[in-house]
């Protein structure tokens, strides 16, 4: 069982076994990747080119895929995937990014949701494609993952929204397809509190069942600008990674934090709960006997 952070800084937390570096998160800012760390990209979330190309933005019959529009769950604006300009730059960007660190990491490399994109593009291109809608998307998809995997040379993490069931349906994403770029899945489980476990444990059932790659499970620790009153207890995080570990199969957690700072705090906190890992003992089962050692080994890194 593996520990990643992945941060927003170019920082690398102890006791972890990689670290993720957010070289360009969904504002579309452009950071310097590091050699040692690999680098996590989002793909189509960009809103800096959606303010310089405002046509590019996902269309839907609910309105554009930005911040604003109370009808989608965005705090940033997300392009068109078949917009060729932007699909060939990023190609060539990611490949660049490869280059100059140990790897990548991907997310928002799928449609914005339901329903995206009707723009008059997409529309031609699924009219002449003779394909069912969804099918459509899917191939939309599923062919830029294989122009993808052609310019990484390295390691290809493919993240993943918590929905095992209806993936499809609502980003184009089939995890048989993406089996066959992927080196590794991420599962992306951010929440501002997991105080209900078992509904994160329900979905790591889900994405075993499914997934014919390792997967690692992802859990948000501390994000740029937030306060403590508003991001999970390290008591909810320790529980929560327990109830996932219990499911079997996961190959590793990562930890999402802002930089070095927030994540050895919450390591702190966690190696201070002698109680509750106790408790997390008696869960049973090896896997969750396996992390709690891996939290003890973080003992010595914040004494």
């Known amino acids: 069982m593996k520990f990643g952070s992945l941060t927003f800084q170019p920082h690398k937390p102890q006791g972890f076994d990689f670290h993720v570096f957010r070289v360009k998160p969904e504002t579309g800012l452009r950071l310097t990747p590091q050699p ?46 078949t917009q060729p300009d932007y699909r060939e730059e990023q190609l060539k960007y990611i490949a660049e990014v490869d280059r100059q660190s140990q790897g990548i990491w991907l997310n928002s490399h799928y449609f914005a949701d339901h329903s995206h994109c009707t723009c008059p593009r997409c529309q031609e291109l699924f009219q002449k494609s003779g394909l069912s809608w969804i099918e459509w998307r899917r191939k939309v998809v599923t062919d830029y993952m294989a122009q993808i995997r052609d310019v990484v040379k390295k390691d290809l993490v493919l993240s993943l929204q918590p929905d095992p069931v209806s993936s499809l349906e609502r980003y184009g994403v089939d995890f048989d397809d993406f089996a066959e770029y992927a080196d590794t899945f991420n599962a992306v489980m951010f929440s501002k509190n997991y105080a209900t476990p078992w509904y994160w444990e329900m979905l790591t059932r889900g994405f075993k069942k499914l997934l014919k790659k390792p997967f690692y499970v992802n859990f948000y620790v501390y994000g740029p600008g937030d306060a403590p009153q508003d991001v999970p207890t390290s008591a909810e995080l320790l529980t929560v990674t327990a109830r996932c570990a219990r499911v079997g199969g996961v190959d590793g957690f990562v930890y999402l934090a802002d930089g070095e700072k927030e994540m050895a705090a919450f390591q702190k906190a966690t190696v201070a709960n002698v109680a509750l890992r106790d408790k997390l003992r008696t869960f049973g089962g090896q896997p969750v006997q396996e992390f709690l050692d891996r939290v003890a080994d973080w003992e010595k890194l914040v004494k």
């Open 36 to 81: 040692d760390m690999h680098s996590n990209i989002a793909v189509f979330a960009d809103t800096a080119t959606g303010q310089i190309h405002p046509d590019w933005i996902s269309q839907s019959p609910l309105g554009q895929a930005k911040f604003g529009n109370n009808n989608f769950n965005l705090y940033w604006s997300v392009l068109c995937p």
